[in-house]
């Protein structure tokens, strides 16, 4: 054999050996880079709509904060509490969603509940950043409808300034809601652990009240052209559901019938220790179930895992929460 030849040969296998060692040493240099990318531990915007009809409706989320099931759940045994969560995969404390609903009716901009505000520390109060996160501004909401007067749904409508947060706007909830939350005098008769609930829902509806803005309604009556109110009480004493209804389509935003969905849908029972009255807010909560099952509507969910969205199916005694289907581009 020529001596050039083979030294050529060697040489190329050389280079060839050298390429893919160098090329093998830059895979695992990227691997190892990747893999060194800092965990996130963030979500997307919180938002996301539905077509009702023709009606525009946008779940946002406010936050989650961890739901102390263990002293806050009555009427249930902690074995039921127990098997129901694990059923659902869930251990306590499940971290429990708070979600308003944006609806555009075409003629108006309407967000049933507010969230926390700053309320609830920095878990929460992120409706608003959602809100513009899904391109609308603060002060193009005509109406704020309050299912009832707690920290999580009122909270909302103020800026850490007091000032409003949807300045042209006004906010509504029930008669009955109104006359027990701000009246302070009530404090004296109300467990211990609701006496700041007072302050913050007079705290809330104050620029409000002061700019005419706030005016509540009495009764099952319609608010707006396809919005009725529905009086479920017993979570507080004016705690309104409202019907939302467009074509052939409906959506019942429900507010606090269903706190922890896991166990309150196997067990309708199952009270919270923040109902003003639990066995009105059993009988609501029954009440309610059968409507949004029989009538197979669409239910907006202030507590059920965002975006709070689903269907009620009855099963039995019991009931299952079946969420919507996701859906890239509602209404196209």
């Known amino acids: ?133 899904a391109g609308y501004r603060p002060e193009q909401v005509d109406e704020v409808l309050l299912t009832h007067l707690h920290k999580d749904h009122v909270g909302g409508v103020i800026a850490t300034d007091g000032q409003m947060m949807f300045p042209n706007a006004v906010v509504r909830t029930s008669q009955i809601e109104a006359d027990y939350w701000l009246n302070a005098d009530n404090k004296k008769t109300a467990p211990a652990f609701l006496s700041t609930f007072f302050d913050s829902a007079i705290a809330s509806v104050a620029p409000y009240v002061a700019a005419g803005r706030f005016k509540p309604f009495s009764g099952d009556v319609e608010l707006e052209p396809g919005i009725r109110a529905i009086a479920v009480p017993g979570h507080t004493p004016g705690h309104t559901a409202y019907l939302v209804e467009s074509g052939a389509k409906d959506l019942l935003v429900w507010g606090d019938i269903v706190h922890v969905a896991a166990i309150q849908l196997q067990n309708p029972k199952a009270s919270v220790e923040y109902d003003t009255d639990a066995q009105a807010a059993q009988r609501s909560r029954r009440f309610a179930l059968k409507l949004a099952a029989s009538h197979q509507y669409l239910v907006g969910a202030a507590h059920i895992a965002y975006p709070g969205l689903g269907h009620i199916r009855q099963n039995g005694r019991t009931y299952d929460w079946v969420p919507v289907n996701y859906e890239a581009a509602p209404g196209r």
């Not at 050529?8 to 880079?33: D, K, P, Q």
Request: glycine letters at 10%; hydrophobic letters at 45%; aromatic letters at 10%.
């Open 1 to 133: 054999m020529n001596p050039r030849s083979w030294s050529e040969r060697f040489s190329r296998s050389s280079r060839l050996v050298a390429w893919c060692l160098m090329t093998l040493a830059s895979g695992f240099m990227a691997n190892a880079a990747y893999a060194a990318a800092p965990q996130v531990k963030t979500q997307a915007p919180g938002f996301y709509r539905v077509m009702v009809g023709d009606f525009e409706v946008t779940a946002l989320s406010d936050g989650t904060h961890p739901f102390p099931i263990d002293t806050v759940v009555e009427g249930v045994s902690k074995q039921e509490i127990g098997r129901d969560l694990t059923r659902d995969f869930l251990h306590a404390p499940v971290q429990g969603s708070i979600n308003a609903f944006l609806v555009n009716t075409g003629t108006k901009l309407i967000l049933i509940d507010s969230g926390a505000g700053v309320l609830y520390g920095k878990c929460c109060g992120q409706v608003l950043a959602n809100l513009r996160a």
